[in-house]
């Protein structure tokens, strides 16, 4: 069980602090079922409730710096997300942003980012569902590795490009 003051990773939001751990003080859910209190570290104004031992959603512990530039050093082998039914492609997506896997996460990227050329040499503009998970799956994974790293988020995709110098593709 996380204490208050712990970071973790909580689903599709990403880096969150452990604000509390008890009952909630609403009336809703049971009285005697405990609940994370979490609050996003990029956007502090979002407040997460999140039931202890809950399965629902992935709440894990950040990477370690270790594990982050191990993450970092794989890129160029990880595959790009398949997706074989183009109705279940959002559904994919989702799936992927709520696994909080960072591997997961540079797969979908590199899929969108292969997407969104294809669609450029066929004379078409990327789709927005294509466009918003790009931006929440990169938000996501630089966040983390930004967080452990030590180092704005903003920063991430630069220091991914240092770190893996000329034997990277697009990260």
Known sequence: MYQ?????IYG??????????GPLKMNLGSPDALYYTLRSYYQPEL???????????????????????AVIDELPQVPELQVE??????????????????RALAGLIKALHHRRADRARQGRRPT???????????NQLYGELG???????ADAPAYIR???GTRGEEE
């Open 4 to 8: 208050t003051g712990d970071i973790v």
């Open 12 to 21: 599709a939001q990403g880096i969150c602090r452990v604000e509390a751990v």
């Open 47 to 69: 407040v997460i409730y999140a039931p202890v031992g809950g399965t629902a959603i992935v709440i894990r512990d950040p990477l370690t710096r270790a594990q982050a530039e």
């Open 85 to 102: 039914e183009e109705k279940k492609r959002e559904g994919c997506y989702r799936a992927v942003l709520h696994g909080c896997d960072c």
């Open 128 to 138: 927005g569902v294509d466009e918003r998970y790009f931006r929440l799956a990169e």
């Open 147 to 153: 967080y452990v790293l030590g180092i704005d988020r």
């Open 162 to 164: 240092e770190r893996l």
